[in-house]
């Protein structure tokens, strides 16, 4: 809105002047929460709130997989920050563990892209990585459904955030053992069952690749 007239002034594709930023990055956070049901919360920072989402089964890394987001109350910013234990009793009664964060981007208008259903953005976390897209599917009450998807790039793997979960606790895993799942997924396990072998053979190169920009 405010930068219209400087917009409409310059060809982008032609100047090297910026577009736009400059400001403070939009922070993101994955949440999982042990509460009445098991669930991750998915939160973009946007005008001064975090924008919520409970994903039941938590993002996926997989393009082939869609998750149910369902949309949630707007959180403060602060939010992004806690971790521990809401007494029972209490709405959300349970733990809660930071699973990732980091800063988000949207593509195009944010405002308009919730308002129309369908949001796309990058995250640039130690987990989620790369292009994804929100969907709405129905409901424009109190809690519609979107899914969580992820493009097609170089931070795709075959695997869903609990691959970062250790099973025994049910707690989020060290980074130390985050790099090993990583490794893992670029060697197909003679254990895999066959599809996913086929599909760690096929991303090995994209695997590659991310670990090349994360390091
Ligand atoms: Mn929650």
Do not use: C
């Not at 521990?84 to 349970?94: C, E, L, P, T």
């Not at 599917?137 to 969580?148: D, E, F």
């Not at 793997?157 to 025994?168: E, H, K």
């Amino acid at each position: 809105m405010g930068l219209r007239e400087y917009r409409k002034k310059r060809d982008f594709d032609a100047t090297t002047e910026p577009r736009g930023g400059g400001r403070a990055r939009r922070i993101f956070v994955v949440q999982l929460h042990h509460a009445s049901h098991r669930h991750y919360d998915f939160r973009l920072e946007l005008d001064g709130v975090l924008k919520s989402w409970a994903i039941p089964k938590g993002p996926s890394l997989d393009p082939s997989v869609k998750r149910l987001a369902v949309e949630v109350e707007d959180h403060p910013v602060a939010y992004a920050d806690f971790e521990g234990d809401i007494a029972q009793g209490n709405y959300g009664a349970g733990h809660v563990d930071t699973f990732d964060r980091g800063v988000w981007e949207p593509v195009g208008a944010p405002r308009e892209a919730l308002r129309d259903g369908e949001l796309k953005f990058t995250l640039n976390g130690d987990i989620l990585r790369g292009s994804w897209v929100l969907v709405r599917t129905r409901g424009y009450g109190s809690k519609p459904s979107w899914l969580l998807i992820k493009h097609r790039d170089a931070f795709a793997a075959a695997i869903d955030a609990d691959a970062f979960v250790d099973p025994a606790t049910d707690r989020p895993i060290s980074r130390a053992k985050r790099r090993a799942v990583w490794k893992n997924l670029a060697v197909p396990s003679t254990q895999a069952k066959p599809r996913e072998a086929v599909r760690a053979k096929a991303s090995k190169s994209r695997t590659t690749a991310r670990r090349s920009v994360t390091r």
